[in-house]
């Protein structure tokens, strides 16, 4: 079965940067796009883009052009979601995502990171 | 980018209800629709893709209808674990994008 596990808890200040793993197993990785999706404390869900991992090939929302950076090793399932020049407004729960045409979406568990100073 | 406007934004039911559930597209997006559930502290639990196709594991009792701008999902005989949030998703058009919630609670 598909899973998607990824990594731990962050704390972070304000303009630093965080990087976010998202390890898959269970289907072919190089086969469907890997998406990131947050949500703030108490908020509704946001779209933030995604990465093909086939061919690294990315399209990202325009909110966050500039500041996000999806990237995947393929030797080892992984996808990566690093953001940079990190607000207070980036305190988020960050999740990856799996979308099949035929299976719909799968989920990580999501990875809290915490923007304070 | 197409606004999913989701209604009621809140609602109260009864153990044993059946509840139903509305999401309306700015413009159409065919049937690329999904539901999710979520609780409190949990990710996002697929119910629905493509607007009427049930997630694998999903109970029969979850149901998605519609297609274009206007589409539904139905609960039938709620439970106590049925109480969640629920949200719709477009992603026919980027950004993908995801109506506001609707907080199903118990009377």
């Known amino acids: 079965q598909v899973q998607l596990v990824q990594s731990g808890a962050e704390v972070k200040k304000p303009g630093a940067s965080v990087k976010v793993s998202c390890k898959a197993s269970g289907y072919t990785f190089t086969g469907y796009y890997m998406h990131w999706v947050r949500q703030a404390p108490g908020q509704g869900l946001e779209w933030m883009g995604w990465?093909?991992?086939?061919?690294?090939?990315?399209n990202y929302a325009q909110k966050f052009q500039g500041r996000v950076t999806m990237t995947r090793d393929t030797s080892i399932s992984t996808a990566y979601m690093e953001l940079s020049r990190l607000r207070s407004d980036d305190t988020a729960v960050y999740h990856c995502?799996?979308?099949?045409?035929?299976?719909?979406?799968?989920w990580g568990q999501g990875t809290l990171v915490t923007v304070s100073s | 980018d197409i606004q999913m406007t989701q209604s009621p934004s809140s609602l109260s039911a009864f153990v044993g209800d059946r509840v139903t559930i509305t999401c309306r597209a700015s413009q159409g997006i065919s049937n690329n629709l999904a539901w999710f559930q979520q609780k409190p502290g949990k990710a996002p639990k697929s119910l629905i893709y493509?607007?009427?196709s049930l997630q694998s594991g999903v109970p029969s009792k979850f149901s998605g209808s519609g297609s274009g701008t206007d589409f539904t999902l139905t609960i039938s005989s709620l439970q106590p674990e049925d109480f969640a949030t629920y949200y719709c998703q477009q992603y026919n058009n980027y950004p993908y994008t995801f109506g506001q919630g609707t907080k199903l609670e118990i009377k």
């Open positions: 995502a799996r979308l099949s045409s035929s299976s719909g979406w799968s």
């Open positions: 493509a607007a009427s």
């Open positions: 990465i093909n991992p086939n061919s690294g090939g990315t």
